[in-house]
């Protein structure tokens, strides 16, 4: 495997810990019933959007690392070289 694709699945990875992170302390806040950013909207709402952009997000990475090791044509053009 190529150097760019082995540090791009380390980044990769580590945004997926960085989001579960996230999705997991929004978690624990609404559970709490206190807000994350205390932004001025109630705890229910800032909460759950920050679980789905959260989650929206970790699906995302998943999307990108399946599209980064999965890269059939980059490999075949690696080959002939």
Known sequence: MHTY???TINVLHS???????ILVFAYVQFKRQIPILNIGLSYQ???VLIL?????SMAKVV????KVEHHHE????????
């Open 5 to 7: 694709r082995k540090r």
């Open 15 to 21: 945004l997926l810990l960085v989001f579960f992170i």
């Open 45 to 47: 709402v800032e909460d």
């Open 52 to 56: 789905l952009l959260s989650f929206l």
């Open 63 to 66: 999307y990108e690392l399946y």
């Open 74 to 81: 980059y490999e075949r053009r690696m080959k002939k070289k």
